[in-house]
Structure formats: C-alpha cells, structure tokens
C-alpha cells in the first residue's frame, strides 16, 4: 500500500478508528472504486452491509463494484453533476460553457441505472467474493437439522439385514435351543397354531448369564431363524446430553424397527440401560428406563409392535428394573451358561482352522476345558499359537501348533467365568423371588457349588 494516495490513506485510518460509521466507509469504498480498486471497494461495500445490512446506497455501491468495467468514470465528480444544471438555470450568459461541461457527465450518471436492479444481482456470487472476509448472510438451525436427520431418515440407526446365521452353527447347546424354540421360535413360525391357541407374540426375550458365552451370537442366530432385521442398540446409541434427547432416541429406534418390521432389536447389556430405577440418582437415566417401558408397550404406536421382536442380554439381571420384566415385556428369560463339550469342540475347531496344527487331540482339550467361556477357549487357541510362534522364531524353522500347546495354554487360563458363578451363587440362594433363578439354582446344584 506504498503507492496510497495520502487521501486515501487518511481515510483508511479513519475507518479503521470509526469502524461502525458505515457513511465514511461508504466514501472510502467510492475513492477506491474511483481508483479501479473493485475488490477493496466490494470488501468495504461488504463490511458497511454488515453493520447496515438494509442500506440501499451499500447495496447500490457494491452492485456496481461488482458489476462495473475495469475502467470505471470518477465517482468523484458526481457531486459537480447537480450543481451544473443549477447554475445554468440563473445566468443566461454562462449558460453555454456550463452546459458543455456536464454533458460528457450525463451518461456516466445514467449508466448505473440499468445495472441496479436488485433481483438480477447474484448475491451468491458476490458472497463467495468476500466469504473470507463476512461470514455467511443467513444461519441454518442445527437442531432443527438434526431433528429431521434421526427421525426422518431410517438410515439414522445401523440395521443389519436378515444373515446367514442360524441356530444350526450353534455348536451344541442343546438345551438352550430347545427352549427358545418352546417359548419364542415355534409361535412365530406357525401363524395358524398361535391364532388357535391364543399364543401373544407380545414380550420378548432375556439372555443372561456369564460374559463370553454367546448370548450376542444366539441373539443373531434368533434373528436368522426368524429371516428378521437386526437392530443392536447399547447405552452409547441412547445417551445424550441433552434433557429428552435420551428418551427420543429410544422412540426413534423402536420406530425404526416399526418401518423395517419384521425386526429383531436386540439391547445389549440392559443392566447399563434399564437398570433399576430406585437406585439410579440421575433423573435422566431414571427417564430412559421409562420410555423403554413405554415403548416395549407399544403404546406410543398405533400399530403397537407387531413384526418388532425385542431380545436383550445382560450379565448382571439381578441389577434390571424389574419393571423391565413383568409379563407382556421381557417375560421370558433363559440361562446361557458355559459351552457344553460338543460347543467347546465347535469353537476350538473354528479358532483353529486356519491355523499350521498338527495331531490336536480335540477330546483331551475339551475336557481340559471345562467351564471355559467361548472368548477363553478363543484365547486359549491365541496363546498356544504364540508359544508355537516363538519357538519358531528362536530356532528358524516353522514348528506346528500341537496338543501340548495348547493343553499348557489352557493350564495357565483360568475360567473368566468362575468369578460371575461365585457372584450369582447368593443371588440363587438368597434373592430367588419368585423362581426368577432357577434354572441358575439347578445349574450349581449340578455342579456342586452349593
């Protein structure tokens, strides 16, 4: 800016010291566009729009920077224009030589005309110019986005379409197939037989038992056998830090289900989300267990919950609200404990598959292996395949996976689920109201840990 004129320099300073006068801005904004200066002169015509955003000589001037030739006539001079005519209009005699001068004026006056009418200006464009320097003209409503987004778009939750998985590639697990083909699988497959019995499909389903035994797989598995969509929903889909977007969540999710019926919705961990209420002190978290309770209701729908079928799996049932559990709601609860040994050769075989073994005895590894969740018979294939691995790295040749391997990585694993059977024995023994555990009593029974 060195080869400023010092008038021009003057006046930048004062706007710069005044930056609300939006009529000085407006003068300095003409200097510039009289010197060819069009993007300082749209820059200031911008920033006088900012302070003043309905004045129609900043619109008029930034019309005209935006739209002027490079070489634009002295704004400067318009003043005399007027002034010109006046004088003519008294003295009859000076008349001529003032008359000459304003008439190369007159169609730089006029010119502006044509080009300032507002409808035609692309105010798009000539935000694009200056957005470094004035931030967007109008604001969009993030909430009122975001309100459209989760409740109008289905894509808002993660559904998984009908799989593959079936209660077929549940290895073993006799018995737990048996009642959830009873209590939940056989009403749905035959209509007729439900119609004839008076069979409700109203409720759902309650998987507890110790971590790591599939309760998520055999969820899926229901979801399969059904030819269902599957919906997982857990804490971290439901929580909010906004008071009621917690409990819409919950509406929208099972509304979803609604629209993409046949569905299974599957709660994971429900001890985190419908946990008891009297001993939960934030009201929030008291909220959300409501508006489940409402919406396993269906009441919130005309339609109720027809097609929408609701599993959920926790470790700690004991600690859901037992309003969670009355008839109509999750009124059907099934103990999934350990891997029996035909599951536990299913899973090793399957961990195993695809790793260098050679002459496993899979029998003596399933009885090494007793009471060991799936996720420990998973880490137990890791380790031996570890051990196998370094001594390969120590000599350098390949050395395959053997019965020994993995016979002493099952002696250093101890059962994870030895702690959740010593937690659940007083639970059994002591809180069994209502035979809610029994199945669980008849298990340690069986196992002699009474």
Known sequence: MADESPLIRSLRAAVAAAPGDVPLRLHFAELLLAEGRHDEAVAEAAVALQHAPGDAAARALMVRAMGMPPAPAPVSEEPAAPAAPAEAAVPVAPAAPVESAPVPDEPAKSAPVPEEPAPSFDWDAAEQQVQDLVGPRFLDDPQADGAAGTAGDAAAWDVDAPGAVRLADVGGMDEVKERLEAAFLAPMRNPELRRLYGKSLRGGLLLYGPPGCGKTFIARAVAGELGANFLT???????????????????????????????????DELDALGAKRSRTHHSGLRNVVNQLLTELDGIASGAGNEGVFVLAATNVPWDVDIALRRPGRLDRTLLVLPPDAAARESILRYHLRERPIEAVDLGKLVKATEDFSGADLAHVCETAAEAALLDSARTGSVRLITTKDLLGAAKQIKPSTEPWFAAARNVAMFANEGGLYDDLLAHLKRKRKL
């Open 233 to 267: 929903v857990s804490l971290s889909d439901v929580l909010d830090m906004w008071i009621g977007a917690s409990e819409k969540n919950i509406h929208d999710i099972f509304e979803t289900a609604r629209r993409q019926a046949p569905c299974v919705v599957f709660l």
